[in-house]
């Protein structure tokens, strides 16, 4: 699924969203590897936009990935929900996902083995200094990022 989250529906306010999964699959790299052969890399000739990057602590470098084949998403809103918005819905999906009411307040939406979908990421930020790598930063939430 590609692009961007931003239904259509009129959606304002609402109760909670819940998310649930299941089949899920996790993949890692292990950090330590990726240190070991950055330490050990030649720089003499690298990219210049890589390396001004780099030397800025831009890269990141995705060494886990979580994912499931099948979701269940459940919208509750505190104003009745209308057929508009179970049609923006299953367009925003490409028709994926099975789409229900719950009651007028509840979109339920599941779908099964749609293929491996993102769940969570494991993100490190790679730092350099002076085209030299120093370290990785593992990065678990907003606090991390500047």
Do not use: W
């Amino acid at each position: 699924m590609a692009g961007e989250f931003a239904p259509n529906v009129g959606l304002e306010s609402g109760k909670q969203i819940g998310l649930s999964y299941d089949q899920v699959t996790s993949t890692e790299v292990a950090i330590g590897d990726v240190q070991n052969y950055l330490m050990v890399a030649d720089f003499m000739h690298p990219n210049k936009r890589l390396l001004k990057n780099a030397n800025r602590n831009n890269l990141l470098l995705i060494t886990g990935m979580l994912t499931a084949k099948s979701i269940h998403i459940e919208i509750e809103t505190e104003k009745k929900i209308d057929a508009a918005a179970k049609t923006e819905f299953s367009k925003l999906f490409n028709g994926k996902f099975e789409s229900g009411h719950a009651s007028e307040n509840k979109l339920v939406m599941s779908a099964n083995d749609i293929g491996l979908f993102p769940i969570a990421a494991k993100v490190h930020r790679i730092d350099f200094d002076g085209g030299q790598f120093v370290n990785t930063t593992l990065l678990s939430d907003r606090r991390n990022l500047l």
